[in-house]
C-alpha cells in the first residue's frame, strides 16, 4: 500500500501537471470504486484545479468549486499520467483502467490489480465533508517530540500497531513501520506505555529520519518524471521484505510475523535482543518445538538432524 512517502511524490508530481488546470471529465469506469453518492462526479467537471493535498493515505484533488475528490489506492491501485499529444489532446484510458481524469494537460488514471475492489473514489463538497476522511492521525514530520510522545502513550498498544494506527500517526503502514522500528532498534511488540523516555526520543527520531530519506529518495528516483514503479517492496529496505536476509546492520537473518494479508519483518539482532518472537500460525502448530532464538532455529536447519 502507498504510505507518506509515496503519497508525497504522487502528489507533487500531479501538483506540478494538474493545478491550475481544467477537469475537463472524470470517467468511472469500475463499478465499485465511487463510495459516495451525494455529490456527482460531473460537478467537478469544467472546474480548474485549485489544490492537490495529501489525507492520511489519500490523495485529494480540490477544484475551484469547493469539490474534492478523494483517491485511497489501498493495497493494488497505483496511479498513472498520459500526456497530451502535440495538439493537446489527451489519450483514451485503456481497458485496465478504473478511473479517467482527463485534464487540460493531460489524463490522470488508476489502475488496481487483482479482484479485492479496495480502491475507493469519494467525491466531496466542501471541506468539512473532506475532513470527515481524516482518521485524526498526527502528522509525525511536523509534530514535535512531546506531542509524538503523549500520542503514541494515549492507549497502550504494540509499537507496531501504534505506528500503523490511522487515528493516532498519519501514513503509515507496514513498510514504513518496519524500517522505522529497525531504525529505532525496537521490538514491533514492545508495548507503548512501557517505552522509556529515551526509547520513545529515539521512535521519534527515527520516524522522521526514516520518512524523510525515503520521501527524498523516491523523489530523486522519479526525477521530474511521473512515480510509476510505486511498490511495498524497494531495493534498499532494511527489513521490510527481507525474511531471511542479512540485516545491513548487524548480519542477523531478518524474521517475520505473519497476520492475514499483512507481515512484520524485524531483525532479531538488532531489535529482540536475539529472541525470536512467536508466529501466529506456526507457534500454534509447532507449540513447544517453536525456537526461541535465532540460534536454535538455526541448529534445527542444520544437515543431519533427525526429523521430528
Same mark, same amino acid.
Given at each position: 500500500?502507498?504510505?507518506?512517502?509515496?503519497?508525497?511524490?504522487?502528489?507533487?508530481?500531479?501538483?506540478?501537471?494538474?493545478?491550475?488546470?481544467?477537469?475537463?471529465?472524470?470517467?468511472?469506469?469500475?463499478?465499485?470504486?465511487?463510495?459516495?453518492?451525494?455529490?456527482?462526479? +460531473?460537478? =467537478?467537471?469544467?472546474?480548474?484545479?485549485?489544490?492537490?493535498?495529501?489525507?492520511?493515505?489519500?490523495?485529494?484533488?480540490?477544484?475551484?468549486?469547493?469539490?474534492?475528490?478523494?483517491?485511497?489506492?489501498?493495497?493494488?491501485?497505483?496511479?498513472?499520467?498520459?500526456?497530451?499529444?502535440?495538439?493537446?489532446?489527451?489519450?483514451?484510458?485503456?481497458?485496465?483502467?478504473?478511473? =479517467?481524469?482527463?485534464?487540460?494537460?493531460?489524463?490522470?488514471?488508476?489502475?488496481?490489480?487483482? =479482484? &479485492?475492489?479496495?480502491?475507493?473514489?469519494?467525491?466531496?463538497?466542501?471541506?468539512?465533508?473532506?475532513?470527515?476522511?481524516?482518521?485524526?492521525?498526527?502528522?509525525?514530520?511536523?509534530?514535535?517530540?512531546?506531542?509524538? =510522545?503523549?500520542?503514541?502513550?494515549?492507549?497502550?498498544?504494540?509499537?507496531?500497531?501504534?505506528?500503523?494506527?490511522?487515528?493516532?500517526?498519519?501514513?503509515?503502514?507496514?513498510?514504513?513501520?518496519?524500517?522505522?522500528?529497525?531504525?529505532?532498534?525496537?521490538?514491533?511488540?514492545?508495548?507503548?506505555? &512501557?517505552?522509556?523516555?529515551?526509547?520513545?526520543?529515539?521512535?521519534? +527520531?527515527?520516524?522522521?529520519?526514516?520518512?524523510?530519506?525515503?520521501?527524498?529518495?523516491?523523489?530523486?528516483?522519479?526525477?521530474?518524471?511521473?512515480?510509476?514503479?510505486?511498490?511495498?517492496?524497494?531495493?534498499?529496505?532494511?527489513?521490510?521484505?527481507?525474511?531471511?536476509?542479512?540485516?545491513?546492520?548487524?548480519?542477523?537473518?531478518?524474521?517475520?510475523?505473519?497476520?492475514?494479508?499483512?507481515?512484520?519483518?524485524?531483525?532479531? +539482532?538488532?531489535?529482540?535482543?536475539? &529472541?525470536?518472537?512467536?508466529?501466529?500460525?506456526?507457534?500454534?502448530?509447532?507449540?513447544?518445538?517453536?525456537?526461541?532464538?535465532?540460534?536454535?532455529?538455526?541448529?534445527?536447519?542444520?544437515?543431519? &538432524?533427525?526429523?521430528?
Amino acid at each position: 500500500m502507498p504510505e507518506l512517502p509515496d503519497i508525497t511524490i504522487y502528489r507533487e508530481a500531479l501538483e506540478s501537471r494538474v493545478r491550475g488546470e481544467s477537469l475537463e471529465q472524470v470517467e468511472v469506469r469500475g463499478p465499485f470504486l465511487l463510495r459516495t453518492v451525494e455529490t456527482a462526479p +460531473g460537478e =467537478a467537471e469544467g472546474r480548474r484545479v485549485s489544490e492537490v493535498r495529501r489525507i492520511g493515505k489519500r490523495i485529494a484533488i480540490g477544484m475551484d468549486n469547493g469539490v474534492w475528490l478523494a483517491i485511497h489506492l489501498m493495497i493494488a491501485g497505483r496511479l498513472h499520467w498520459r500526456g497530451g499529444d502535440a495538439k493537446g489532446r489527451a489519450s483514451k484510458p485503456s481497458r485496465k483502467d478504473l478511473l =479517467a481524469l482527463r485534464f487540460s494537460s493531460g489524463t490522470l488514471t488508476l489502475t488496481e490489480a487483482g =479482484a &479485492r475492489h479496495r480502491a475507493s473514489l469519494h467525491v466531496l463538497a466542501g471541506e468539512a465533508e473532506l475532513k470527515g476522511l481524516d482518521a485524526g492521525g498526527i502528522d509525525v514530520l511536523a509534530c514535535g517530540a512531546a506531542e509524538f =510522545a503523549e500520542v503514541l502513550r494515549s492507549a497502550n498498544h504494540t509499537l507496531k500497531r501504534a505506528l500503523t494506527d490511522p487515528h493516532l500517526f498519519s501514513g503509515i503502514g507496514n513498510a514504513y513501520s518496519d524500517e522505522i522500528l529497525h531504525s529505532a532498534r525496537l521490538s514491533p511488540v514492545a508495548l507503548t506505555q &512501557r517505552l522509556s523516555s529515551e526509547e520513545v526520543e529515539r521512535l521519534h +527520531g527515527a520516524t522522521r529520519t526514516t520518512l524523510v530519506e525515503w520521501t527524498e529518495r523516491l523523489r530523486r528516483e522519479a526525477g521530474g518524471e511521473f512515480p510509476e514503479r510505486v511498490t511495498a517492496f524497494r531495493e534498499g529496505m532494511a527489513v521490510h521484505g527481507r525474511y531471511g536476509k542479512p540485516c545491513p546492520r548487524c548480519g542477523t537473518p531478518v524474521q517475520r510475523i505473519r497476520h492475514g494479508e499483512h507481515e512484520t519483518n524485524y531483525c532479531p +539482532g538488532c531489535q529482540t535482543k536475539g &529472541r525470536l518472537l512467536a508466529d501466529r500460525a506456526l507457534s500454534r502448530l509447532l507449540r513447544q518445538d517453536w525456537p526461541r532464538t535465532v540460534e536454535e532455529m538455526e541448529a534445527r536447519r542444520a544437515p543431519g &538432524r533427525a526429523a521430528h
